[in-house]
């Protein structure tokens, strides 16, 4: 017997034993052939352990036994869906570094289209961020290497690398006439989670980069910094989730908590068990009802969706800019016990009033594209108004009118720098401000007739 037939004689023996283990004890005693669902596909397996043998005998060089059943288990993975995937040791290890916010790399969030990789949103204060990486950028090499075919996973790897080394990018953007060549130098990433300002007294501003362990209480913080510096209450808050790839579920279902008193703030729903979940707000709103505006784009995905999808559904926050990215699944990480693991997609996303995220994202209840403003410099056309005419009343309470106006706010007009710098923030503060000038007109009309929540 030769080692071809030796080998697919042992191939054949491990199947069968296989196809006997698959027997319950009373289907082996009557005979009985198990479910199609529970049966192996022996067929299949026999294909696949023919393809195995081919390549150890034939192949114009040897591949190790290892590699061919890691690629082997890869592809299985990546042709479900583009977010499932193995994960050898070193991948494991760096997806567990960079949910605690520290990884080496350049600060792009991936995932894969086309068999190429798509940029989902480049991460605040990175190389990749300041060199104008944008969140649906297509990137087609890594330096002289085509990623067409290249498993997700082995593309991150390429990725990262020592810091201060460098690797060149080509991109294909849509509006650019051809591809893009973007050299970076690699870093440490450290990537804080939440980034907090005064856009204007009693108006905060708070930017969530990334969901993290501990982005609820970082943001829990921020808010008190806040007030602090206010010397009072906020009386509105900007959330910005633009360019927010997502992260650690709980990191975001805490956040939503965070501005809510009860109610769902997701469902996932799945095969498996464990996988049908419903989280619940407890109560404590931090800005005890004050209005809130959330910016999101097409590159706040998966954990920004919920967020964004749970303050919509409660009418808890007003929703600004372009549509979400829309990944509504939820990735389950197995590990397998030799330091590697699988991440699997287990379940679907879905918002408090039952909408499926996936494919759909979120629709913001005003939509804003990004735009620049330009200076208008034209002559000074500034209508004549009563108080330029000669001999006009004088108002005898004009002091006090602005005083005595019901939920009075400063009336002008944000930062004009502000505008040229982030139009699409702009608007949302004055659209903050303009909420902010109806809650006592909510108040009253709420009191004569009350609304069931």
Known sequence: MNIRTATRHGLALALSLLAGIALSPAQ????????????????????????????????????????LLENAIRGLLSNLDPHSAYLDAEAFQDLQIGTTGEFGGLGIEVGQEDGFLKVIAPIDDTPAQRAGIRAGDLIIRLDDVSVKGMALADAIQKMRGKPNTAITLTIIREGARKPL????????IQVKSVKSRLLEPGFGYLRITQFQARTAQNLEQA?????????????????DLRNNPGGVLNGAVDVVDDFLDDGVIV?????????????????GDLLKAAPIVTLVNG??????????????DHRRSLIVGERTFGKGSVQSILPLGNGTAVKLTTARYYTPNGRSIQAEGIVPDIQLKPMKVAADNGADTDAIKEADLTGHLRNDKSDKAAEDAPGAVDAKAPDSDLAHSDYQLYEALNLLKGMTLLQPLKTTESAQSPIQK
């Open 28 to 67: 082996a005693a009557a005979g009985k052939e198990p479910p199609p669902d529970n049966q192996l596909p022996l067929d299949e397996l026999r294909t696949f352990t023919g393809v195995l043998d081919a390549v150890k005998q034939d192949y114009v060089e040897p591949v190790k036994d290892k590699d």
């Open 181 to 188: 060549k973007i050299k970076l130098i690699r870093e440490v």
């Open 223 to 239: 808010i008190q910094e806040l007030e602090q510096q206010n010397k009072a209450p906020l009386r509105g808050l900007v959330l």
């Open 267 to 283: 469902q996932t729903k799945g095969r498996g068990n464990g996988s049908d979940q419903s989280y619940k707000a407890t109560p």
């Open 299 to 312: 590159g706040s995905a998966s954990a920004s969706e919920i967020v964004a999808g749970a303050l919509q």
